[in-house]
């Protein structure tokens, strides 16, 4: 959980809000390609363990640059496209070392990074460039409706893992 106030705000006007979509969006993307691929192909690109790691991936920023305000959020570095240039070479990087064999992966790695910072974005803003001080985004959606959201996609995270846990990829391929 994360406290967040808006800029020129008191202690007493800050939300409550709950990285809980950071983490669910990522693991739906990744259960939603798998979808994809079993349909196509008839095995899934990532397995259930890299979901999970996809779905830590989207909450890096946050992890990694903890914040209690939304003023910190725009300070940090982990909010900007130099972390996610970073990201993207360090999984390069494990790539050419063969510690990572899967491209796939590494793709939703990133997308989970990239993700996250797109959610900020539009519920507050993020500075893209920092340390310049252009901020990209705004609060196209508002605090009232962030804990909905983290129901919605905590939920629809929780139905995808089940379906493909309990059903099975080869159940799905089948029909």
Same mark, same amino acid.
């Given at each position: 959980m994360v406290r967040v106030t808006?800029? $020129?705000?008191?202690?007493l006007g800050c939300e409550l809000v709950f990285i809980v979509s950071h983490f669910c969006i990522s693991v739906i993307l990744a259960n939603s390609i798998n979808c994809y691929s079993v349909a196509k192909r008839g095995i899934p690109v990532v397995s259930g363990k890299e979901v999970l790691l996809v779905g830590i991936f989207g909450l890096l920023p946050d992890? *990694?640059?903890? +914040? =209690?305000?939304?003023s910190d959020r725009l300070?940090? %570095?982990? +909010?900007? =496209? %130099? /972390?996610? /240039? $970073?990201?993207?070479?360090?999984? *390069? #990087? #494990?790539m050419l070392l063969g510690m990572i064999r899967n491209n796939w992966l590494s793709l939703l790695l990133v997308m989970g990074v990239g993700l996250h910072i797109l959610c900020d974005a539009i519920t507050g803003g993020v500075k893209l460039l920092w340390p310049i001080d252009d901020i990209y985004g705004s609060y196209l959606i508002g605090s009232p409706h962030w804990i909905m959201l983290d129901l919605l996609f905590g939920s629809m995270a929780l139905v995808s893992w089940v379906c493909f846990r309990f059903i099975g990829w080869r159940n799905l391929t089948s029909r």
């Open positions: 808006r800029p $020129g705000t008191s202690m992890i *990694l640059n903890p +914040h =209690l305000f939304l300070e940090s %570095w982990t +909010h900007t =496209l %130099w /972390f996610i /240039f $970073g990201i993207i070479a360090i999984l *390069l #990087a #494990a």
